[in-house]
């Protein structure tokens, strides 16, 4: 029989809801949040400030076993991402080591511009981070106070992250905006409803005794340059592009095999799965 496990979601945005509807019938599912009010029912509301330690550390005694930390800066600021990833962390780690019981795992979700500009070389795992902006290196720096922490944790670095709410690209191509063949311009990204999906897979991977790698890079099976992908979804929607040419940022090309040798398997493993449930998702709207 399986064990039901407690797993506490500190941040507990579209992320994490996602990832509670897999897993909420087999484990109990907690929201840490500053407002938890609208957290769907089968959430249980917790109300607290993740970066405040002495309030963690009030919620961290009812003994939960697994903590999955998903956070979302206010803004695109450095004060905003050291006021949310940062002050987490330290928040964490302060609390983990006052505790008699502390989590059997944290999952701490990352991302991949932790590794900077690869001029659009292949990144996984084993890749040096080399951050080249500040949201980056401040994720780096969490990321290793989360590492540093005297109880099993991983990191999980997403790449782009498109799904509902999440239409920039779309919105830039409706409004006939392309990007020229050459200089290529790499990008990488995940469905929204894969990174819950990732989240809930390892959750069920520690509850069936699997060993879990420190670092996952959770990206889609189909890096593609902006160039290709534009041409695509302009196809798909019949509009017109001209292209634009942009200054170049931080460009890799991110290679999943780890999390595709634990068994996860992608609901949609390229931008084309993806952005077609997305488009018909809009039209049944409209």
């Known amino acids: 029989m399986k064990e039901m496990l407690k797993v506490l979601f500190i941040g507990c945005g579209d992320i994490a809801q996602r990832a509670t509807r897999l897993i909420q019938k087999s484990h109990s ?3 840490l949040r500053r407002n938890p009010e609208q957290l769907p029912s089968y959430i249980t509301r917790v109300k607290a400030d993740a970066a405040n330690s002495q309030q963690l550390r009030t919620v961290a005694a009812d003994g939960f076993d697994i903590w999955v930390a998903t956070l979302t800066p206010a803004e695109f ?3 905003a991402y050291q006021e949310s990833y940062l002050a987490v962390a330290q928040a964490i780690a ?4 006052t505790l008699l019981r502390p989590p059997k795992l944290i999952i701490w979700v990352s991302s991949t511009s932790v590794y900077g500009n690869c001029r659009g070389k292949w990144v996984d795992e084993t890749t040096d981070a080399n951050p080249a902006i500040f949201s980056g290196e401040i994720l780096l720096e ?6 540093n922490l005297p109880c099993a944790s991983t990191v999980v670095r997403f790449s782009g992250i498109y799904g509902p709410g999440r239409t920039r690209l779309l919105d830039q191509v409706l409004a006939g905006k392309g990007r020229p063949k050459a200089p290529q311009q790499w990008s990488n990204r995940i469905h929204a409803d894969d990174c819950g999906g990732v989240l809930a897979h390892l959750v069920e991977l520690f509850e069936t005794g699997r060993s879990i790698e420190s670092v996952y890079l959770a990206s889609d099976c189909q890096p593609v340059t902006q160039h290709e992908i534009r041409q695509w979804l ?11 040419v942009v200054k170049l940022g931080p460009m890799r090309r991110c290679r999943n095999r780890l ?18 449930a997305l488009i018909d998702d809009q039209k049944s709207t409209q």
Do not use: N
């Open 142 to 147: 969490a990321e290793q106070i989360i590492q």
């Open 94 to 97: 302060e609390t983990v080591d």
């Open 234 to 244: 302009a196809q798909q929607l019949s509009v017109t592009l001209t292209d634009e």
């Open 259 to 276: 999390l595709l040798d634990t068994g996860y398997q992608f609901k949609y493993p390229s931008y084309k799965e993806g952005y077609t």
């Open 77 to 79: 600021t450095k004060q």
């Open 29 to 31: 599912c907690y929201g």
